[in-house]
């Protein structure tokens, strides 16, 4: 396994190359605000490190879609993608024109090669985010390689049940914000080795949060790589890193992006698209409309710009509960399609100038998403009916059990597995690892309210 920089990873084995996450485009990503650090523009001439017969892409945030390398993949590259709710990644992807795309629906196995090893998405729980991770295993090792992904703690659980122990190596983000969570997660899933990395921040990645975390942990360079076995580990440092000291060369990247986008004249109409770009926006979701209900100002520098006020919700107030600052350029490039919201909200060119003591989540998933699948989607999520049941099988029998844990919500259908105990069969919900008889619906193990059991109708 070789770290190319960021989150992105070459994993290889015997007939088998996959790049996960590649990001090495010149350009950076959130219009020229991010680069990975350190920079890894010396790996763009390895010869044989960027060949793969797959490539596995996380997310459509522009750190892990690199648009730029992939729509120079040779037709024959399989490039794996996680089923999101919404279409959004697939598009974007036909639209660069890869060619061979591959949907993977969670926990569902994938073939690799014809000697068993396989790969599968564990996206995260909530869709209000479309971010997931890769369960991987590949010639007698198993990675977990998060991405951008936060994995809730039964999703860890079972992401040991299907690969049948604990994991060889779990590589996730551990930047300051998330520092305690992965900390948490390692010292209960007890990988073998542990690869942190620090997600996203503004212009450059800086080192993960000062500490150490439960495990044999690799730090890995852009070039650096690990060879994995069964019981032990090898790691190469690039030579590139002798005497590395950290400078900002990305300068010039940025100001092309920024002379890609001329500022709109005046008359251009930018207000006009601007107020049917929200009517249009307004239109998806209802559910969305009540859970925003606020009013939101923008104001827009240049020739064609002004301050112009949003009101999202049939409750808006006044005066505006947040305020953007924005240039006509980048504003004009959203509303023209060249670039998206997810860009503009992520780059240094937005600015919050004032915002409510908590942030409407909700407003930044209509902006992000712009999709009414995805909306549709997260509304569904929050909107689950707490007497749902789902069926489930073990061997040849098969239950219609509750479909949320009783305890703390978590969805069974997703992280509960059926084992045998002394009591008979239980259904452990991977959470907290309670167990459910699934003869009588009692909880065994601690103090928590049945779960209802029967025939599937």
Not at 266 to 280: D, P, Q
Request: charge should be negative.
């Amino acid at each position: 396994m070789s770290s190319t920089g960021h989150a992105g990873l070459r994993v290889e084995a015997p007939d088998l190359r996959l790049l996960c996450d590649p990001w090495v485009s010149a350009g950076g990503a959130f219009l020229g605000s991010w680069f990975p650090f350190p920079d890894n523009s010396h790996l763009r001439a390895v010869p044989g490190l960027w060949e793969a017969e797959w490539v596995a892409i996380s997310s459509a945030q522009a750190d892990h879609l690199d648009l730029g390398f992939l729509s120079g993949l040779d037709d024959g590259v399989r490039v794996v993608i996680p089923a999101y709710p919404s279409s959004v990644l697939r598009s974007r992807l036909s639209a660069a024109g890869v060619k061979n795309i591959v949907e993977v629906e969670a926990w569902e196995r994938l073939p690799l090669n014809d000697r068993g090893d396989w790969l599968t998405c564990v996206p995260e729980q909530s869709p209000m985010a479309h971010r997931a991770a890769f369960l991987i295993a590949a010639d007698g090792v198993s990675a977990l390689l998060c991405g951008g992904a936060e994995l809730s703690l039964s999703q860890m659980r079972r992401a040991m049940i299907e690969v049948g122990g604990p994991l060889d190596l779990l590589a996730l983000d551990a930047s300051e914000s998330r520092y305690r969570t992965a900390k948490r997660l390692v010292r209960t899933v007890k990988p073998r080795l542990v690869m942190p990395y620090s997600g996203l921040t503004n212009l450059v990645d800086m080192p993960p949060a000062t500490g150490e975390l439960p495990a044999e942990t690799l730090s890995l360079l852009p070039g650096d790589s690990v060879r994995i076995a069964p019981t032990d580990f090898i790691l190469s440092r690039d030579p590139h890193w002798e005497g590395f000291a950290s400078s900002d060369s990305r300068a010039q990247e940025t100001a092309d992006i920024e002379a890609a986008y001329p500022d709109p004249p005046a008359g251009s109409g930018l207000a006009e698209r601007f107020t049917e770009h929200f009517a249009r926006l307004s239109r998806m979701s209802p559910y969305f409309m009540e859970q925003i209900a606020l009013t939101v100002r923008f104001e827009v520098a240049g020739a064609d710009g002004g301050v112009w006020d949003v009101r999202l919700g049939s409750g808006a107030d006044e005066p505006a509960e947040y305020v953007f600052g924005v240039e006509a350029r980048w504003l004009d490039a959203v509303l023209r399609g060249d670039i998206r919201w997810e860009d503009l909200l992520r780059s240094k060119w937005f600015r919050t100038l004032q915002s409510p003591e908590t942030d409407n989540a909700y407003l930044f998933a209509l902006l992000e998403h712009a999709d009414a699948d995805a909306l549709q989607a997260i509304e569904g999520y929050d909107q689950r009916d707490p007497n749902a049941t789902v069926t489930l099988s073990s061997g040849d029998r098969t239950f219609e059990v509750t479909r949320y844990c009783p305890h703390s919500g978590e969805d069974l259908a997703e992280g509960a597995v059926i084992d045998e105990a002394p009591e008979g069969l239980v259904l452990r919900c991977l959470a907290h690892n309670f167990d459910f008889s699934l003869d009588t619906g009692l909880c065994l193990n601690a103090r928590c309210e049945p779960i209802m059991v029967g025939a599937p109708a």
